[in-house]
């Protein structure tokens, strides 16, 4: 457990010293990862014992060891710890997804999606590779683009199944790797599996660990909100990437792809029995 947490679930229990410093530490985190013990003793006004008694009762080797700790947790930001109050306003949504779009409008370029689309319409076989809570969904996505459009495609989020997947490929095969951040150990190595067995590789994410090992990169620049409680609008450049290539790919394959989305779009519709203006899907 983590040094924020485990003094958290061990306040009720310290004695009133070892509180008044453990409440202290959590709500002046980088100042005690930064200073000496006798100026927390100071600051907090208590004695240099009552900090090591603390770091005892929270099973650190020693005080060096609790701030060591301490910086640790500091280093993901305060942002995590502080209370928020500021409430949630609709149109600071939409905004974060106009701006991230604006980011990054330009940076998949004609030459980069032709390269991408010479890979996908040729091969036999494209795996689809993505981890976590938004790359998990746009390799679903992903999958659900390519299948309408006469390319044959498997999206898998497991790191086992994708290893397994990737030890499978034939020479040609492609992978579309995801990641937002670009350093997704999972899917790195299940990507290298398949490149050990001649497969192409076109990946949709940051400069990173990922983007080095593409044959075909598309890249995506994130730009993440202060605000924590705020769901990351990164997810939806990733999705305009997969559109983009997913749009390449139905011109490319137009005369494959037009009689595919014809016979869906006419079981939808049969299905639904509504408004043929519907999308094809739901």
Known sequence: MDIVSRMQNALPTLRPAEQKVAQYILDNLSFAASASISELAIKIAVSQASI??????????????????????????????????KPVERAIVYQAIHDILELNAGLVTDELLKKACDLVTQTQHVLIFGVGGGSTIMAQECH???????????????????????????KGDVVIALSISGESPDVLAATRIAQEYGAQIITICASGSLSTVADVHLPLKTQESDYIFQPSASRY????????????????????????????????DEHRQCSERLPLGD
């Open 52 to 85: 090591t008694r603390l770091a005892r009762a929270l099973n650190c080797d020693n005080v060096r060891d609790m701030k060591l700790k301490i910086a640790q947790s500091a280093a993901v930001g305060a942002r995590f710890i502080e209370e928020d109050t």
């Open 144 to 170: 659900h683009r390519l299948f309408r459009l006469e390319i044959k495609s498997n999206a898998y989020s497991d790191p086992m199944l994708m290893r397994m997947s990737a030890a499978t490929v034939n």
């Open 237 to 268: 450049v990733m999705l305009a990437a997969i559109d983009m290539l997913a749009s390449e790919v139905a011109i490319r394959n137009q005369r494959k792809s037009r009689e595919k989305l014809r016979r869906l779009k006419l079981h939808l």
